[in-house]
């Protein structure tokens, strides 16, 4: 029977999966990363980990789909600086397919979890859809006729479009951008600042005062008790992902927007904001008014998952 | 001889051109639009148009091009609501083609301008890129993999991306869209909103005092000149270009950017300020370093060139 292996490279787990061509899951292995045993050492881990489900015969496999984090080159099959991961610049796709076959495709975590909701989970059956997780970061994926979206091979980091030129400093440096508002670390650092400047909130009750302690998740609990400043920056998070889904629709004018991670969780706290600037925004209601925005379906797999499509994909346009 | 048509459908003037299949220009006929005299004269007038440079055989035709103002929907080939046109909801593609034969293809004018790019001027070789016309709107066409991208229908209108979630109202009345700060409208409205406040400035001498007189091309020319007030308002024109631009890049992440439109012709003046704002806002330079910004090269018969070459991107892909 032809399979598809599905990795997801992760900097706390190595995770591997068989799947038949149905993408049906069969065999899973996995175990920890261990980053501080150095990059020779996780490689090492990472292939033993792929061998545990590895078809007995080579002419069965249809390809290895590896998961990694941005930034990578999906067309040279480089990682390029993974923050997490003790590799750089390394030619991954060829150094895995040397070690245990192939072929071996890779793509951007954000980019196969979109792709995995394309073809499993809540974007079945779009021609053009954008996958939004709120998480830690802002990450997207965007498929254009069921094909992940790279462009030159970073395309579709909507997390780092810029919202509000004048804004707060991003994570990554730069001014402005939704993952700035938005993420979970955006959320946790506009509380604590907040906090820092005398503001009063129930957050700080939770922390005992202690700001490094603040996480999206308390800010998020807060607000849904109705702590005002904590309603107040979910509500923000919420307006500036729909400013950002206002250009996103103009610009793509997608059939679905797909969102998920655990900021995505908080319902209408974040989503009524979200639904008022996109038409406080978007130039005609044919925008909004023709575009679903939805919650993701798949959840802690959705990596395996994406490797496992990316292959299909990948196989079927050969 | 295997010919295409290329036709211009504008607000003032009807224009239609046959091609051979590498989009040499054979053949050219025009008329005025005169939409004064309703919208089944003018209808009458369009095919007249399109028939002194039909084939002499039908079995010649490979298509017809139609370049229409948007919005449109080009899969089902309806004209909308062009704000200069006598038709509404109009399903232009089909009555065209029971009038003088097709098949028959319509896109909009940005899209079609940037397809034209692609395919024989600034844009040839790419295999993503995004033009953007700045005139007295923004327009924008994006291409992927040699083809217009429309999404649903009405993408690639980087025009109404939000640039300032607290800017100006632009033209379409939504706020901090791209065109409110950039166009050919929005920066003569600016001018003008800032001499009715008593700034002082040599546009208002050119213009006698009389601020409705104030254009663009007036406000260029005195920024040229060194007038304080010109300066600022374009160089915030090419600032918010830049900003566009820095987003547009992570999402799309292209090859090239082609500038077009008469606005783009003011240099430096305009794109300085443009590269400094994407490499202020774009989260790393690998962005910006690989990316090319260039100017349009080719003028008047875009349009026409831009309905040929759908026709042939259409005809490949059947």
Known sequence: MKTIIGVDVGGTWLRAA?????LNLLERAEQETRTELGGDIV???LVETIRQVLPESPNDLLGIGLVLPGPIDPYAGILI??????????????MVQQAVGGPVFIGNDADMAGLAEHQLGAGRG????????????VGSGIIIDGRPYVGCGQAGEAGHMVVNPNGPLCGCGKRGHLEAYSSG???????RERLAAGEESSVRDRVGGNLPEVTSRIVGEEAMKGDPMALDIITQAGHYLGVAV??????FNPERFIFGGGVSQLGDLLFKPLHK??????????????????????REDVGLYGGAALVRVMRREE
């Open 18 to 22: 068989r799947f038949d061509e149905e």
């Open 43 to 45: 490689f090492d881990r």
């Open 81 to 94: 600086a993974p923050p997490n991961l003790p590799w750089k610049e390394m030619p991954i796709a060829s």
């Open 126 to 137: 779009t021609r053009y859809m954008i996958y939004v997780t709120v998480s830690t970061g």
């Open 185 to 191: 670390t955006g959320i946790a650092r506009i509380a």
């Open 246 to 251: 206002a250009s996103l629709m103009v610009l």
């Open 277 to 298: 600037a996109v038409q406080e925004y978007v130039i005609h209601p044919i925008y909004w008014q023709k575009t679903q925005i939805v919650l993701a379906q798949l």
